[in-house]
């Protein structure tokens, strides 16, 4: 990926609702790191777009569009257009937030879509930033989630970033270490 090959794009995509915390902080903090490696970043909030969840109605299948006109075929494109993306999302109850998956159960349209053009996936990074109030192990299941789904899809899962202990609005901000671990995560993702 590095910079000397082509321009890395680095898209940032912000799942909780909660504008300015933990998640965002975290996504800031990589995205700091690959603007210091030298590559262009954006940044997105899913809660502010209008992405409705997958209707399983299969048309997708039948005609090659997804029959949601929403807000996710712009953030698709920009998904194209970028060669690292950060998912952020912190954990709802074992899980990531409703945002977070229902744009991730619409990847399903992706495999089908030939309208608009459809994403890529195979050869991006990624770099999972996953705040949570509990323990380390209470991420599992929303890490293991997503690395199956990046799998799936033939993405490389660059790094994962894990800030337990962080329910309080900002509190990751008291957390250097792992702040250190995102922006360097965000360097190496370019660098590499």
């Known amino acids: 990926m590095g910079k000397k090959d082509h321009v890395c794009r680095v898209l940032g995509i912000v799942g909780s609702p909660r504008r300015g915390g933990n998640t965002e902080t975290m996504v800031d903090e990589v995205l700091a790191g690959a603007a210091e490696a030298g590559a262009p970043t954006e940044k997105v909030i899913l809660s502010k777009l209008d992405v409705g969840p997958c209707r399983a109605c299969d048309a997708c299948r039948k005609t090659g569009k997804c ?6 075929p712009a953030l698709l494109e920009q998904m ?3 060669q690292v993306w950060v998912l952020g999302t912190p954990v709802y109850y074992w899980g990531p937030t409703a945002q977070f998956k229902a744009f991730v159960d619409r990847w399903y349209s992706t495999e089908h879509q030939v309208t608009p053009k459809s994403v890529e996936f195979e050869g991006k990074r990624v770099i999972l930033a996953i705040p949570l109030g509990g323990a380390d192990h209470d991420a599992r299941h929303t890490v293991g989630m997503i690395e199956d789904a990046l799998a799936y899809k033939g993405v490389e899962l660059f790094a ?6 962080v329910e309080r609005k900002g509190a990751v901000r008291e957390r250097p270490n792992v702040l250190a671990a995102a922006r360097q995560a965000g360097r190496d993702a370019v660098e590499k």
């Open 160 to 165: 994962t970033v894990v800030a337990s202990g």
């Open 80 to 82: 194209d257009q970028s």
């Open 67 to 72: 029959v949601q006109q929403d807000g996710l």
